[in-house]
C-alpha cells in the first residue's frame, strides 16, 4: 500500500510560478512510476506530466516547457515545477503511483495508477 500527500498549491496571478510536491510513504519508492493529473468540475482527470522509475518524463502538450518533473527517491517525493502559469491551468492537481506492466504504453491513463493522492488546489488568475 502506498499513500501520497501532495502540497504546495494555491492561488497566483498569471506568469506566476508554483512548486507541487508529492510525498510517498509505503513500500519502495523507487519502484513507482508517478505521474500528476490535473482535474476541473465536470471533466476527466487530464494527464499533465510523468516520470518513470527509469526517470523517462513525459508531458502534456500544453504544458511541456513550462512545468517540470522530477523524483527524489531517497525521499520518496516527486515534484511538479510549474512557471508561466496560465488561467487554464486552473485545477485540482493530483498525484499518482503505478507498477503497472501496461504503464510504458499507457502512462496518460489515469486507470493504470493504482494509488492517488487527495489532490491539491491551483488557481491562476487573469
Known amino acids: 500500500q502506498v499513500r501520497l500527500v501532495e502540497s504546495g498549491g494555491g492561488s497566483v496571478q498569471a506568469g506566476g510560478s508554483l512548486t507541487l510536491s508529492c510525498v510517498a510513504s509505503g513500500r519502495t519508492f523507487s519502484n513507482y512510476h508517478m505521474a500528476w493529473f490535473r482535474q476541473t468540475p465536470g471533466k476527466e482527470r487530464e494527464f499533465v506530466s510523468a516520470?518513470?522509475?527509469?526517470?523517462?518524463?513525459d508531458y502534456l502538450e500544453s504544458v511541456r516547457g513550462r512545468f517540470t518533473i522530477s523524483r527524489d527517491n531517497a525521499k520518496k517525493t516527486s515534484t511538479l515545477q510549474m512557471k508561466n502559469l496560465k488561467p487554464e491551468d486552473t485545477a485540482v492537481y493530483l498525484c499518482?503511483?503505478?507498477?503497472?506492466?501496461?504503464?510504458?504504453?499507457?502512462?496518460?491513463?489515469?486507470?493504470?495508477?493504482?494509488?492517488w493522492g487527495q489532490g491539491t488546489q491551483v488557481t491562476v488568475s487573469s
Open positions: 499518482a503511483a503505478s507498477e503497472d506492466l501496461r504503464w510504458s504504453g499507457s502512462y496518460y491513463r489515469p486507470d493504470v495508477y493504482a494509488y
Open positions: 516520470i518513470a522509475s527509469s526517470g523517462d518524463t
